[in-house]
DNA sequence: CGATCGGTTGAATATATTCAAGCAATGTGG
DNA sequence: CCACATTGCTTGAATATATTCAACCGATCG
């Protein structure tokens, strides 16, 4: 159903704002008056349930749009891991612009793959596979170009757990393992950059 | 955004045609030409991989909308797990009628909050809490009305463990403990009568 | 410099998987 | 109608895997 013209309503949108690292965009449980596409950066969405366990809902990136609503309230915090910008959208706006709503559709059912390969990686049996996965679908957007990739990851190990429902130890064992293996460096602890990606792929279980 | 008028749209739509225990109602890969609003009845959807490995999307029942795609193709396989009744929605029909559209937009995003619930549960650490977020997902829509619960399980035991990510012995292992315990009846394999729902709300950890 | 924080690593424990056997229900052929 | 085979489910025992708890390390900060 490919009836949407993003050049169009892109152009019809207001410029965009600016947003720093650890930036708060919305609040799980406030008013959703706004969603906005992303135009630069990494967003990370999560939830918080009662007894404290946290859920890592998603992580998000250029011509994502989030803060996406059928009701009143937003069901996640999002928060910057880079700087970036971000178009907002407002709620009158939507509700005007037939082709925005189609472009609103469209990345709702994005999403819905995207949440749908996530569950995907976490019936996963081995911890192996949930991270290698992990790691492609951070490489995915950037993926196109240059042969080697550089990895925006999450500010702590603990999201990257949460993300995946295992512990942060595991995590960190993992990762080592890959790098043992030379499949993955890490430059730093902010960031990765994918070797192999054969390999990579192989222990995702592709 | 409550934007919809679900009883106008549905006063415009054909009449529902019935579908029978185990029919296919699309196929993976097929053009999706039409979509199809549950009246009644229980489906599952699955994807096949390379490799042969298989994931249930999800289960479905009244007044889901199933066969959602942006593009071309299916991107998953639907079955009936009951006989049911089913309402087609054309792509023609969808792209006349603006009313239709916001509620197809709806409900992606149920789906896509579903999706994110299902996460929740795959993120579980033991099977215990994911078996009884299983059977409580099952029973929320029937669950208003009477106090004892009747759920229609998935065709066998591997559907569960495909759905939940673990294995089938494990799905019957904790199937049996909360038995035991007590919490739960099974009049027969495909049906299951949830006796203590605080107790199985415990199990899944809320 | 000492304290703190996140990350890593190690050892013991808990948990789920795997493999294998047994069971109950269903279906088939004599 | 009764063996017999088949299928899906359950149960048990051994194994593999991840978690938990604890110690350690390196970087950052007061």
Same mark, same amino acid.
């Given at each position: 159903?490919?009836?949407?013209?993003?050049? /169009?309503?892109?152009?019809?949108? %207001?410029?965009?704002? !600016?947003? *720093?690292? &650890?930036?708060? +965009?919305?609040?799980?449980?406030?008013?959703?008056?706004?969603?906005?596409?992303?135009?630069?950066?990494?967003?990370?969405?999560?939830?918080?349930?009662?007894?404290?366990?946290?859920?890592?809902?998603?992580?998000?990136?250029?011509?994502?749009?989030?803060?996406? /609503?059928?009701?009143?309230?937003? %069901?996640?915090?999002? !928060?910057? *891991?880079? &700087?970036?910008? +971000?178009?907002?959208?407002?709620?009158?706006?939507?509700?005007?612009?037939?082709?925005?709503?189609?472009?609103?559709?469209?990345?709702?059912?994005?999403?819905?793959?995207?949440?749908?390969?996530?569950?995907?990686?976490?019936?996963?049996?081995?911890?192996?596979?949930?991270?290698?996965?992990?790691?492609?679908?951070?490489?995915?957007?950037?993926?196109?170009?240059?042969?080697?990739?550089?990895?925006?990851?999450?500010?702590?190990?603990?999201?990257?757990?949460?993300?995946?429902?295992?512990?942060?130890?595991?995590?960190?064992?993992?990762?080592?393992?890959?790098?043992?293996?030379?499949?993955?460096?890490?430059?730093?602890?902010?960031?990765?950059?994918?070797?192999?990606?054969?390999?990579?792929?192989?222990?995702?279980?592709?």
């Amino acid at each position: 159903m490919a009836y949407l013209d993003y050049a /169009e309503t892109v152009q019809t949108q %207001a410029t965009p704002i !600016v947003k *720093l690292l &650890d930036a708060v +965009l919305y609040h799980q449980g406030d008013d959703a008056t706004m969603a906005y596409r992303i135009k630069s950066g990494v967003v990370m969405a999560y939830q918080i349930y009662s007894g404290g366990t946290r859920q890592i809902t998603g992580f998000f990136q250029q011509d994502d749009i989030i803060g996406l /609503e059928v009701d009143g309230a937003y %069901a996640d915090t999002a !928060v910057m *891991l880079s &700087d970036g910008r +971000l178009q907002p959208i407002s709620r009158r706006q939507f509700m005007q612009d037939p082709h925005l709503q189609n472009e609103l559709y469209a990345n709702a059912c994005e999403q819905l793959r995207s949440a749908q390969s996530l569950v995907l990686s976490l019936t996963r049996k081995c911890s192996d596979a949930k991270v290698a996965e992990f790691l492609l679908h951070l490489a995915r957007p950037r993926r196109c170009g240059k042969g080697r990739d550089l990895i925006v990851l999450p500010k702590c190990r603990q999201d990257i757990a949460d993300y995946l429902g295992v512990s942060s130890e595991t995590v960190s064992r993992r990762l080592a393992a890959f790098k043992r293996q030379g499949i993955v460096e890490f430059p730093d602890r902010r960031s990765a950059h994918i070797i192999d990606f054969p390999a990579l792929e192989a222990r995702a279980g592709h």
